[in-house]
């Protein structure tokens, strides 16, 4: 005799170790965005550093090393040289 089973999913959340497809594509397309951007922001940067006469190199170490800091800082010191 054949029995037909059949398995529900339990109420329960998701096994550990289990991620949403959706949340991790989301956060991977948040990732190379902001990956884009930091790239992009580098090279306007270095261009205008360039333009100003600026050390360009030395701007862009310092903007690697301390984005946070290097950013507002750089266009701080830019305004100042015109």
Do not use: C, H, Q
């Not at 991790?24 to 884009?36: D, N, P, Q, R």
């Not at 580098?42 to 310092?62: F, G, P, Q, S, T």
């Amino acid at each position: 005799m054949l029995s037909l089973v059949v398995r529900t999913r339990p109420d329960g959340p998701p096994p550990a170790g289990v991620a949403d497809p959706l949340l991790v594509g989301l956060f991977i397309s948040i990732a190379i965005a902001l990956f884009i951007g930091a790239i992009i922001l580098l090279r306007y940067i270095y261009k205008d550093a360039v333009k100003r006469e600026l050390n360009a190199e030395l701007w862009i170490i310092i903007i690697l090393l301390a984005p946070i800091i290097g950013i507002p800082l750089y266009f701080v010191v830019r305004n100042t040289t015109r």
